[in-house]
């Protein structure tokens, strides 16, 4: 096959008989929704790394974030920075922690060592 062959963008409508017959194995796909040729090429790869060809995958076609994008600002500041920058470039965004810029502990995070804290080299240890 010559280098102007080449599957490339253009104005062809199909894939040649020739492009085909060089060709092993050949598949496009698309998303139903039409919206995000990148995510769903993520998600493909996801689902391919977990595929074994026979068994069904237990995968949910969307994680939380959907085929949206996410920021994840860390001060107040950047997220002003980001609300300007949204509106600027005409974005449409939800604030999914309602402007709420603490972190917080989980309830179920050890808030105390269960270790006993080093004394000292020069402390003096308890006999028994």
């Known amino acids: 096959m010559r280098a ?33 040729g990148d995510y769903t090429a993520y998600r493909l790869g996801m689902a391919v790394a977990g595929a074994n060809g026979k068994d069904p995958l237990q995968m949910p076609a969307k994680s939380w974030v959907g085929k949206n994008k996410s920021t994840h600002p860390y001060t107040q500041q950047e997220q002003d920075m980001l609300k300007q920058a949204y509106k600027a470039v005409g974005a449409e965004y939800k604030d999914l922690n309602h402007g709420d810029m603490r972190s917080k502990e989980l309830d179920d995070t050890h808030k105390t060592s269960p270790i006993l804290g080093f004394a000292g080299y020069g402390a003096k240890s308890k006999k028994k």
């Open 4 to 36: 102007n062959e080449f599957m490339a963008e253009s104005s062809q409508k199909k894939v040649s008989k020739r492009q085909s017959q060089s060709t092993k194995g050949l598949n496009t796909y698309g998303d139903s929704e039409h919206v995000s």
